[in-house]
C-alpha cells in the first residue's frame, strides 16, 4: 500500500490543531521544515501552523525519489494540493521560500479558492537572465559550472555553496543549511537544482490572482533584489506588496529570524482578526 500524501512528506501540524485558521510553511531548495523552527514560536496564537516536506528531502525520500513525475515544479504543486486536500484545508495563508514560491503561484493558479494569500519569501520566476530584458542572477554558463561542480564533489560544493546562499556573517546557519543540503542523495539534488535553475515561470504570473506579498533581503546571491520588484509587478492579483528586509542572504528564517518574523506576522493576521 502507498503511503498517503501526508506522510510521504512528513507532515506536521503544530499550534492551535482544531483551527480553521491555517497557515502552510513550505520550505526551498537545500531546506527541510526544520528552516522554520525558529520562525514558528514567533507566530500568533491561534493559527494551525502545517509543515511539510518536499519530495526530495533526507536519504529516504531521495532513495524513492521519481525523477519522471518531478520533472517541473508542477509535481511539486500537485503533491501540495493533494497534502491540502488529505488534510482537509479549506483555505490557508501559504509562506513559500525559494522554489516553494513558484510551487505556491502554480497551486493557486489551479484552486484559488484554497489559498486566502501566497507569501513568496526570495521566490524568482527565473533565475537566468535573458538578455537586457531580465536580469535573473545567472548566466547559463554560471549554471552549468554550478552544475558540474555538484557532480564532482557534491560534499565540497555543499560546504562552498552555503556561506554564498546564506551569508558568511551567520556561521551557525551556514552550518544548518549545509546539513540539510548534504541530507539530500547528490543526484537527486542535482535533478532539482536543474529543475530550478533552467525554469522560467514568468508566464504564469499574471494568472496568480490571489493576493500575492514578496519578501527579499537587501542582498541575496541567488535572487537579486530587481527580480523581487519583477515579480512585484507581474503578479496578475490586485493586492500584491514588497517588503525588503534589512539583512542579507536567501535563507532570513534561519540567519535573521527576529527581522523575518514581524513581517509575517503583520501578513499572516492581517484580515484574519488576530491583532
Known amino acids: 500500500m502507498s503511503r498517503s500524501f501526508v506522510e510521504a512528506h512528513h507532515v506536521t501540524v503544530v499550534g492551535d490543531i482544531t ?6 510553511l513550505s520550505h526551498g531548495f537545500g531546506s527541510d521544515q526544520s528552516s522554520w523552527r525558529l520562525i514558528v514560536p514567533q507566530l500568533p496564537k491561534g493559527l494551525k ?26 509535481a511539486f504543486a500537485s503533491d501540495l494540493l493533494s497534502i491540502l486536500d488529505e488534510l482537509q484545508i479549506k483555505t490557508c495563508v501559504y509562506v513559500g521560500h525559494s522554489m516553494s514560491g513558484m510551487i505556491g503561484c502554480i497551486a493557486a493558479i ?5 489559498f486566502e494569500k501566497l507569501i513568496l519569501l526570495g521566490a524568482s520566476p527565473r533565475y537566468l537572465n ?23 564533489n557534491f560534499p565540497m560544493w555543499a560546504n562552498t555553496f552555503a556561506p554564498l546562499v546564506v551569508g558568511a556573517d551567520f556561521p551557525a546557519a551556514v552550518e544548518e543549511f549545509s546539513r540539510t543540503v548534504l541530507g539530500i542523495q547528490a543526484g537527486v539534488a542535482v535533478h532539482v537544482a536543474k529543475l530550478i535553475f533552467l525554469g522560467d515561470y514568468r508566464s504564469i504570473l499574471p494568472a496568480v490572482t490571489v ?14 533584489g530587481n527580480v523581487a520588484k519583477y515579480l512585484h509587478r507581474r503578479l496578475g ?9 534589512e539583512t542579507e542572504g536567501h535563507l ?8 523575518l518574523a514581524p513581517i509575517l506576522v503583520k501578513l499572516i493576521t492581517h484580515q484574519q482578526g488576530l491583532i
Open 49 to 74: 501552523i502545517v509543515l511539510l516536506d518536499l519530495a526530495f528531502v533526507g536519504s529516504r525520500n531521495s532513495r524513492k525519489f521519481d525523477y519522471n513525475r518531478y520533472n517541473s515544479l508542477e
Open 110 to 114: 489551479r484552486r484559488p479558492a484554497l
Open 19 to 24: 483551527s480553521n485558521r491555517v497557515v502552510v
Open 130 to 152: 535573458d538578455g537586457h530584458s531580465y536580469l535573473g542572477g545567472f548566466e547559463e554558463e554560471d549554471v552549468m559550472q554550478l552544475f558540474a561542480a555538484m557532480e564532482q
Open 252 to 259: 532570513p528564517q534561519i540567519s535573521a529570524p527576529t527581522i
Open 237 to 245: 492579483g490586485r493586492h500584491s506588496t514588497l517588503d525588503i528586509l
Open 211 to 224: 493576493p500575492c506579498h514578496v519578501i527579499q533581503t537587501q542582498k541575496d546571491f541567488a535572487v537579486p
